[in-house]
């Protein structure tokens, strides 16, 4: 409002007092009033007499005036901006401004949509990861205090035992004890005897034979103290190995699989590249053109873990791959191949085989990598087993059989010869 009326009295002061007009070409008279070059020069020209000001009314004795080019311009400027075509444009430019301010609204609000949906992802997935780590805790608990309990309740049985043995020892000693003692005052009685009469009826008196006490060997104590003493933490953890879940899958490799230039231990359980071929079976499990060679065990149902040693290797691959796999043509390892898997290269990059490739840093050199396969979620997870560090996962993992898979790669003239192993789980 206040804008409206400075405006209005702008315009009343750049009002014409001759048409009531703005001005139009101004011209300032002596008097300093102002007036449309025309209006001035039309009023002196209709009065004869001497020329005055229209307004003060004050006489000049010339009739001249000077153009104003300041108020000219300013009485331009107002014209322009009142006209409809001005206001249009500038209507049409807050139009945009406004539009533009909104659709940053738009794009503010989204943003903050998406903070708030992400807090409450994060709330839902903390909640579900801590329900899961109290829950493997909580079997782990389980599992340590019934091999207390169990352990404890041995110890008591043995000394239950131990104790009802000694007892029965401790009654049949006193038994003899006392019958000892009636035999010791019973040869006393004759002993006596014998100093006031003849001996002669001694060998006729009845002496008791000794008592008899079954011997019992002796308590050894030492060996009940070691059954329950020693590295109690290492055996109840050996034990408990055998309890975890999912159990280490005892892999070997699948002799029928591999590439002919591999060599496998007796054991099935190290690999090595060799620059020849080996006199092998032909096979459609065969590896034809990468060296890779499977686990001997192929998997369809829940989880399983297991380790492989890469050792100070500079290349390999190594992961899950679905037994589908193309065996006779060289593919490219990714999911759609039916391959997950790591692999190392150049001796420090390590990739996740996803697609695109993901460069992995993982915080110290891997030599020996844990692998999971969740069947039922999919998952193929890698961990550095050397400290459990989670490496990667890939998820949607499908395949109607999935098979541990290992690659020796290519031999990097003599650096890459350390052999790859499965590891067994020992503690
Ligand atoms: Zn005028
Ligand atoms: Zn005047």
Known sequence: MA???QEQSLREELTCAICYELFSDPVMLECMHHFCRACIQ???????????????RREF???????????SGVVEKVRKCSSEDHKRKMQKHLENALQARQREMENIVQMKHTAEEDICSLTKASGELNSKIRAEFERLHQILEEKERVVLMELAKEEEQLLLRLRGDIMQLEEGISELRENIEHIQEILNKTEDSLLLEVESMAIRPPVRVRAQPSLDIECHRERYSGPLQYIFWRQM???IHPAPAPLTFDPESAHPN??????LTAVTESDRRQPVCSSPKRFQQCVNVLGSETFDSGSHYWEVWVGSKTKWDLGVAAESVD???KVKLCPENGYWALRLRNGTEYWATATPWVRLAPRSCLRKVGVLLDCREGKVAFYNAEDMTHLFTFHQAAARRFCPFFSTCFSDGKLNVEPMRICHLTL
């Open 262 to 267: 591999l060599i496998l231990s007796k054991d």
């Open 327 to 329: 065996r006779a043509a």
């Open 42 to 56: 039309g009023y002196w020209g209709r009065c004869p007499r001497v020329a005055s000001c229209p307004q003060c």
């Open 61 to 71: 004795s010339s009739r001249t005036f000077r153009p104003h080019y300041l108020v």
């Open 241 to 243: 190995l055998q309890s």
């Open 3 to 5: 804008g409206q009326s």
